[in-house]
């Protein structure tokens, strides 16, 4: 009689209760997975923001670092809208010279760079497209720039006379000094040579990054110009 009862199977109740369990096993144990894998991927995700980042700065220090001044044309221009500069092509000097912008628009920090440009003529129309792709890009303005990250506004601050001051007023007042009538076409592009901006001693950049990024907040990055013996930061 005990024999009989010791190889008696599972009723059942008993067999639907282990599946049960053996169901609600696999249920927490393919959510712990999934949060695991939802964890790999916030945590790249981050990472892959940080990195755009810090690629972001190193090419506007790169940027700054290989700006070059040429006669009787700005070297570095901040109109409120974008910031362009004339930059050496570090890869190839034989290339010639490149213009590059940096502007936000729709939330993005951008990057545009002309190709190799070689003649007067090339440098005044990179120049202005800059300024247009900074507003109303076409498609074969989109096709230079880059996405370097989300940004909610920024600014730009130049360092000269030992203070940080806005960029605008002081090409305000270089404006001002070419505006004068009686001149000669020769008397002004020599006034024009004279009056030309500088690069100034040093860029602050000043960037609020969004909320919801892996940095986020107010970050501020100062230049100096190569130059510049001590620096000032």
Excluded: H
């Amino acid at each position: 009689m005990a024999t009989r009862r010791s190889a008696r199977g599972f009723t059942l109740v008993e067999l639907l209760v282990a599946l049960f369990a053996m169901a609600l096993l696999a249920v927490m144990s393919w959510r712990g997975l999934d949060g695991m894998t939802r964890a790999q991927a916030i945590t790249a995700a981050r990472a892959d923001e940080v990195l755009s980042l810090q690629i972001g700065l190193a090419q506007w220090s790169a940027d700054l670092d290989a700006v070059i001044q040429l006669p009787q044309a700005s070297a570095l221009d901040w109109n409120g809208r974008v910031l362009r500069l004339t930059r050496r092509d570090t890869t190839n000097p034989g290339n010639g010279v490149q213009v590059v912008g940096w502007t936000l628009r729709a939330g993005q920090w951008l990057r545009w760079q002309s190709p190799p440009l070689t003649t007067r003529a090339q440098l005044d129309q990179a120049w202005q497209t800059a300024d247009r792709w900074s507003q109303s890009p076409g498609d074969d303005d989109r096709r230079l720039e880059v996405a370097v990250t989300p940004l909610q506004e920024w600014q730009i601050f130049y360092f000269r006379s030992d203070a940080w001051t806005n960029p605008q007023s002081s090409d305000a007042t270089s404006a001002g000094a070419l505006a004068q009538p009686g001149l000669t076409p020769e008397a002004q592009r020599a006034l024009a040579a004279q009056t030309t901006p500088a690069i100034p001693e040093g860029v602050r950049l000043v960037l609020l990054l969004p909320a919801g990024q892996a940095i986020s907040g107010q970050i501020t990055r100062d230049w100096v110009r190569p130059t510049v013996g001590g620096g000032k930061s």
